[in-house]
């Protein structure tokens, strides 16, 4: 199993629409795209981070998934949307992925 997950940080002030915008997106992505992604907040600690978080059988099956969505024009339509908002701190976007360990 793989689990990746993309972080960023939200600008201050931009925390509500950051949240609405990342529910959006992930909401486009399971519906339109088939892959189901959740969106994680911070409860302690930095506060100001937003997280999607999806799950995969495998690193190929990761890695088709991640080609038909920045392939797909709903989904570049929505990255400009978020950009245009300013809602996330430059080159604060981290991507991570685990490997399930069972």
Known sequence: ????VRT???????????????VKTATYISQNLGVNIQVMRNVGGLVSQV??????????DFEA?????????????????????????????VDNLYASAS
């Open 51 to 60: 997280h999607w978080v999806s799950n995969y059988a495998s690193l190929a």
């Open 65 to 93: 998934s991640m080609t038909k969505i920045v392939a797909d024009a709903g989904y570049q339509q929505l990255l400009a949307e978020g950009g245009a908002g300013g809602l996330f701190a430059a080159n604060s976007i």
């Open 8 to 22: 960023a940080n939200i600008h201050d002030g931009k925390m509500q629409d950051a949240m609405a915008w990342a």
């Open 1 to 4: 199993m793989i689990t990746f």
